[in-house]
Structures are given as C-alpha cells and as structure tokens.
C-alpha cells in the first residue's frame, strides 16, 4: 500500500466525518510544532496515533499494514484541513 492510499484509509476509518475530531488532531500537531518537548497519544479505530516534537506517527492497530506511517507535522495538518473541506463541501450538497 502505497503512503498516499495509506493516508486516505486513515482518514476514511479513523478521521471519518468528524470535524471536532480532526481539529483536535490538527490541535495536538500544531502544538507539537511549536513546542518540541509535547507529545499526545491516542487511540483511533484502525490506528494509534503518536504526535510529538519530530512529527505524527501512526501505528496500525491492526496486521493491515506492514509498519508505522510517519508525517511532518505540516502535511499532517494539511492533510487533515483538506479532509475537513471535503467533508464540508459534501455536506454542503446534501
């Protein structure tokens, strides 16, 4: 699996349509950006998900991958705002 389908299947099952849940996450990561001592952990449905002062891991849960994913906290949080509008933009739609 590549690193770009791996993103977009954590964000369809851990992220999903939760808008207060990504901002925490985009919280937790800008947090971590400023302050390289701060560190948040926690447990999504597929994977657990680290943020500290060098960047966002995400650790399956599961045997569905076959290691840890690692971002930078900025494509992490990019990722996340972009999310966000989707869901937005859907919503908006319906």
């Not at 690193?3 to 851990?14: G, V």
């Not at 952990?41 to 966002?56: K, M, Q």
Request: proline content about 1%; glycine content about 6%; some cysteine.
């Amino acid at each position: 699996m590549t690193k770009e389908n791996r993103i977009e299947e954590f964000l369809r099952t851990d992220v999903q349509f939760d808008l207060q849940w990504a901002d925490l996450l985009i919280e937790k990561a800008q947090t971590a950006l400023k302050d390289t001592n701060y560190k948040w952990e926690g447990s999504a449905n597929a994977n657990f998900i680290c943020i500290d002062g060098t960047g966002v891991r995400l650790e399956p849960l599961h045997e569905q991958y076959t290691g840890d994913l690692f971002l930078s906290h900025d494509s992490f949080i990019v990722t996340l705002g972009s999310w966000k509008k989707k869901i937005k933009a859907g919503r908006t739609k319906s």
